[in-house]
């Protein structure tokens, strides 16, 4: 599922508020952490994560195997923190514009 311009903008409007959820931490990005994230998106559909250290090319690897893991879609990214969503198919708890 893509997500349209208007969606994104929606939803990080929503995000702007909300606190990590997922801190990484110097192992990175984990095969567990993604299972911790799956329940997370499954939970509230929007999640902030704070990536560990390092630099950009690295952070991005971290988001790459994050959304790959998970299914979920990049919204936004600023600095270390990045915010991921995942549609919840049985029971959606955030109405997106169309």
């Known amino acids: 599922m893509s997500l349209s311009p208007t969606q994104r903008r ?3 409007s929503l995000a702007h508020d909300l606190r990590p959820v997922i801190l ?7 095969e567990a952490v993604a299972k ?3 329940q997370a998106l499954d939970i509230h559909e929007l999640v902030k994560v ?3 250290g390092g630099d950009k090319d690295e952070r991005q690897a971290q988001i790459d195997f994050l959304t790959g ?3 979920a879609e ?3 990214e600023i600095g270390h923190v990045v ?3 995942r549609r919840n198919e049985q029971d959606p ?3 997106l514009p169309r």
């Open 10 to 12: 929606y939803l990080r």
């Open 93 to 95: 708890k955030l109405a």
């Open 50 to 52: 704070k990536l560990s």
């Open 74 to 76: 990049n919204v936004q």
């Open 83 to 85: 915010v991921l969503f």
């Open 24 to 30: 990484l931490g110097n192992k990175g990005a984990t």
């Open 36 to 38: 911790e994230l799956a």
């Open 69 to 71: 893991q998970t299914g």
